[in-house]
Each structure stands twice: as C-alpha cells, then as structure tokens.
C-alpha cells in the first residue's frame, strides 16, 4: 500500500506571495491532518478534515486554509507569505475522523520563505 | 492555555530501560499521543492513551494518568535505533505538542 505523498517536496517563495501544499492520503483513509514544523516552535497543528469538512482547527491565522476533495486529497493553501511561514509543512492520513486513530505521516513540504 | 513539558534531552544505553515523562495543563483532554521522530524525518505514530494505565506495544509501552496529567513512555531493550525525539501530543479539538524529547542511545 502506497503512503502518504507531498508534493511538491521543496518550495522557494517571496514574502507576499501565496502558496498551495498538496497532500494524498493512504487509500481509503477519509481524514487528513496538517501541521506545521519550525525549529522554534516546534509540531503545531494547523487542521484538521474529513469527508470535506475540517473537523478540528489550531490556532494559526486565516491566512492559512485547506480544503479536501472527494477523492480525500487535501490541499493546504498560505496567502500573504511571511518570513516567519517558513517551515516543514506535514500532512497526515488516518482512517477515520477525530484525531484518535493512528495517524501516517508524509515526508512534508520544505517551504522556504525569502 | 495548554502547557505540556517534557524533558529536553535524555541519554541511556543500549539494552537498558528509559522512561520519558510527559506532563500537561489543558481546559480539556481527548487522548494523549506519543510520536517518535528521527531527525530529518517525518514522526511516526507510536501510541494514544484516553483511559488511565499502561499500553504495551512490543518494547515500547505508555502510561497514562489524567488525574494527575501524567504520561510516560517507556523504552524497553533500547537499540541504537532508537535515538530520536520523542513528542508528546495531547488531543483536545485540536492537538498541542511538546517540543520533545531528543534520545540519545549509546553502546
């Protein structure tokens, strides 16, 4: 069974502009979580979806946003880029909603902000 | 607010036992999450606790006290393998992480 897959792996972007993250989820997992990884702040939680709907959110700006398709692939959107959005951007699968089950990690989205 | 403390660094020896605390301060509690990290990598899931006691999982096990806000895991038979961060996560509507534990294994 295929993992979790990123893409792109790395990005460079200017402040100001605006940025899409993909994540493809294990097949036949409904949920996706996302989560942003800085080596100040450490793993944040960003959202949370499931079946289209997020279902939990942290406590980031509305900069910030996603949205999950039909087929469970979920994209993270950042408009408005800042110095400090640069991070490792992880997406997570699990079967279910509610952050209870066992989640998969991908290898993450470097985003490199300038 | 949501505090949660664990230790910063740890070092222990290959074979033996180590113990890393996980302490928290939430308004609510879902579940507690333990996820091992190597460097470079992205975390893998090693256990969730939401009932008080212990979760065996082959050498590794956790412990869970929500009375006291108490977590442990517990390495058993450790191997160089091992040496990696160790987050605690607690779930309550969302998911606040420690800033983790970074085992080092030595021979």
């Known amino acids: 069974k295929a993992g979790v897959t990123q893409t792109p792996r790395y990005l460079i972007k200017t402040r100001g502009q605006q940025v899409t993250l993909s994540c493809s989820p294990i097949?036949?997992?409904?949920?996706v979580s996302w989560y942003q990884q800085t080596p100040g702040q450490g793993l944040q939680f960003l959202f949370e979806?499931?079946?289209?709907?997020?279902?939990n959110k942290g406590n980031f700006p509305g900069r910030f946003s996603g949205r999950q398709f039909s087929n469970s692939r979920s994209e993270m959107n950042v408009s408005t880029l800042e110095l400090g959005d640069s991070a490792l951007y992880l997406c997570?699968?699990?079967?279910?909603?509610?952050?209870?089950?066992?989640?998969?990690f991908g290898p993450g989205t470097r985003l490199t902000v300038t | 607010g949501q505090n949660i403390d664990q230790p910063t660094e740890m070092t222990a020896t290959e074979g033996a036992i180590v113990q890393i605390n996980c302490t928290y301060q939430?308004?609510?509690?879902?579940?507690l999450f333990w996820y091992q990290q190597h460097a470079g990598e992205a975390p893998t899931f090693l256990s969730y606790?939401?009932?008080?006691g212990l979760e065996e999982k082959g050498r590794f096990s956790s412990f869970l006290s929500r009375s006291k806000g108490y977590s442990y895991l517990l390495l058993k038979e450790l191997q160089m393998k091992d040496s990696a961060s160790y987050l605690c996560?607690?779930?309550?509507?969302?998911?606040?992480f420690g800033a983790g534990t970074r085992l080092t294994v030595k021979p």
């Open positions: 606790n939401v009932l008080d």
């Open positions: 097949s036949g997992h409904r949920s």
């Open positions: 997570a699968s699990s079967l279910t909603s509610g952050l209870t089950y066992e989640q998969y």
């Open positions: 979806y499931f079946s289209e709907t997020q279902r």
């Open positions: 939430t308004s609510g509690f879902n579940g």
């Open positions: 996560a607690v779930f309550n509507n969302d998911m606040r």
